[in-house]
């Protein structure tokens, strides 16, 4: 061998040995920013609202908080819509918090995500009612007069509406781009409590079908067409041995994801494994990436800047309902293993955001937030390159201020095929204006 061959052999040989040889990741965290926990939203509101039985805990009426909750891209110009869910204090408050969707401009400068707030328009119903947070909100004879509503997943479809998840039915609301609800999508009766409470242990051990307390339809994506909604339970099902029985205790990891034609009304459900129940472990978000793969996060209720203790899973996975059993006419599911002819989505790690690669698992200011809720593409790279939001719910917190992370995707990794949305939610000239 030649002097210049064994030198090309031994260039390769580092190439192929040093991170700088090694191929780029498939996944890079580009972005971080956050989002003040004192600043106010643009409702106009007055004054301030405070927890049930503790007038000095209080917070404006105003306070712009409860984004991560539920966020998508609206399809133009960098702006994004976000509902809030229920409220401050787990919407256990001396007045009812007012529902409300924020229209957000975010873009990314030099791995810093920047969100200005445009505008905020409240939650309507048919006669031009306010929903509300409040869990007593409820008629038990009509729907029509029920007020509640606690916001946990948001898309835009292309007729320029937007879709919300309600986990107190679960519900599923259109809403047009001012608010008002245009329509109410039929979910199955399966998903529905017979009798609702004001209080969760109450209504938990009360009722035998239908979603837990708290735990409901937590995420919502829409196929890239538009004609099709997929919405997934936070934690399985009454009737699917969620409960240990006599108790409030958590036991089965079978939840259901629903998928609803809004031109047909035909419905379809599957099965999702959860990687465990405890620690208040649960579903809390899913976001399509085509017509059967979907992007879902699984998360803990543990984060160093609230419980003070480790988190143990912030993992988004990347799931596959082709294959997956129908399961609409079984009656109830096992706590655990499902039976040979029951065959969930499949399931495979896409983000985990507790890998040291990221920095965001110390006990330090980078710590990540105890509620991974949101998540979105938005416009792509100029490299090609998709960009996944994913955004913290602070519950309205006057002192927990929401996290946004942005990461870049590369192109080949995944089948992407984003909605194509014919014109913007927010007008172009308003936009502008705004920033100015």
Known sequence: MSRFARATLLVFILAVATPWGAPPPVVTLIGKGVIDSALLDKS????????????ANCVPKAILGG???????????????????RGPFDGLTDVA?????????????????????????????????????????????????TLRLDPEG???????????????????????????????????????IASPSGDPTTELLSNTSGRQANRGMEGLAISPDGNTLIGIMQNALLQDNALTPGTVDRQSVNTRILTVDLFTGETHQYVYVLDAFNRGQGVSEILAINDHEFLVVER??????????????????????SGATDVSAVASLPAGG??????????????????????????DANAI??????????????DGRHVLYVVSDNDLSPTIDTQLFAFAIEASSIDLQPQVLPGPLYPPGQVKKALK
């Open 44 to 55: 106009g509101l007055k004054g301030s609202i405070c927890q049930a039985g503790a007038p």
């Open 67 to 85: 984004l991560g909750s539920d966020i998508t891209y609206t399809g133009h110009d960098n702006v994004f819509i976000a509902a809030p869910d």
């Open 97 to 145: 918090f007012l529902d409300r969707v924020h229209f957000l401009h975010i873009t990314m400068n030099a791995g810093t995500i920047n969100t200005r707030l445009l505008d905020t328009r409240f939650l309507k119903n048919e006669f031009g009612k306010t929903f509300v947070g409040a869990a007593g909100a409820f008629d038990v004879n009509s729907d029509f007069a």
């Open 154 to 192: 948001i898309r835009v479809g292309p007729n320029g509406h937007f879709y919300i998840s309600d986990e107190y039915g679960p519900y599923i609301f259109e809403f047009n781009r001012q608010g008002h609800l245009v329509r109410r999508i039929d979910v199955p009766s399966t998903f529905l």
């Open 300 to 321: 803990d209720k543990r984060s160093w800047l609230t419980s003070g203790t480790a988190p143990t899973r912030k993992n988004i996975y990347k799931i596959d309902v």
């Open 338 to 363: 499902l039976p040979a002819e029951i065959v969930p989505v499949g399931k495979s790690i896409f983000i985990n955001m507790l890998d040291p690669i990221y920095g965001l698992h110390l006990n």
């Open 369 to 382: 937030a105890e509620k991974i809720e949101g998540l979105a593409w938005g416009p792509n790279l100029a």
